[in-house]
Every structure is written in structure tokens, then in C-alpha cells.
């Protein structure tokens, strides 16, 4: 069984950065593609970033530019290193495996832009 845990988020002032990471614990984890997903108040959860197996990368339109997705095989690590952070970029962050049957999600990590 698959388990992810977020970590990193914090309280920041606009235009500075933090790096989230998302410790994966299971079996396989070189083979999925790795999302980071993030849910404002009263918004729907959305797609951050993504990174395949295989190294390809997608990311949001409002965070080009700006956010960057790795990972870390050997560590079984998949990171979010965020800069330039405004306000809107306030939510919790989420990571997610595309295992199957189902996806697995980490249970969040809080992150605040505010002066």
C-alpha cells in the first residue's frame, strides 16, 4: 500500500520561495507519474505539476516559470521548489501517485503567501 507525506509548507512573504517534498513509501515508485495538486478555500482542487517516469514535465499556467517539479528516485522523493510566490499561490498542497486501481494522495501541506 502506497503512502505519501507532504511536507515543507509554511508562511512566506510575496516573492519568496519554499520547497515542498512528498516522501512516497511503497513499492514501484520510479514507474508513476507525480503530481503536486493544491486547493484554495472555496476553489477546486487543480493540477500543479506534473512529472512522468520517464522525466517529462507539465505545469500550470499560472505557476510557469516559476514552480519546478523534480524527483528523486532513489530517495522515493518527488519535490516542488516554488519561487516568486504570490498571494494566490496560498492553498494546501497536495501530492498524488497515479497508482492503480487508484491514486494515492498525501494528506496536504499548508502554504501561505502574506505580507
Known amino acids: 500500500q502506497v503512502q505519501l507525506v507532504e511536507s515543507g509548507g509554511g508562511l512566506v512573504q510575496p516573492g519568496g520561495s519554499l520547497v515542498l517534498s512528498c516522501a512516497f513509501s511503497?513499492?514501484?515508485?520510479?514507474?508513476?507519474?507525480m503530481d503536486w495538486y493544491r486547493q484554495a478555500p472555496g476553489n477546486q482542487r487543480e493540477l500543479v505539476a506534473r512529472?512522468?517516469?520517464?522525466?517529462?514535465?507539465n505545469y500550470a499556467d499560472p505557476v510557469k516559470g516559476r514552480f519546478t517539479i523534480s524527483r528523486d528516485n532513489a530517495k522515493k522523493t518527488v519535490f516542488l521548489q516554488m519561487n516568486s510566490l504570490k498571494a494566490d499561490d496560498t492553498a494546501v498542497y497536495y501530492c498524488?501517485?497515479?497508482?492503480?486501481?487508484?491514486?494515492?494522495w498525501g494528506q496536504g501541506t499548508q502554504v501561505t503567501v502574506s505580507a
Open positions: 498524488k501517485a497515479n497508482t492503480m486501481p487508484r491514486a494515492s
Open positions: 511503497g513499492s514501484a515508485f520510479s514507474i508513476y507519474t
Open positions: 512529472i512522468t517516469s520517464g522525466g517529462s514535465l
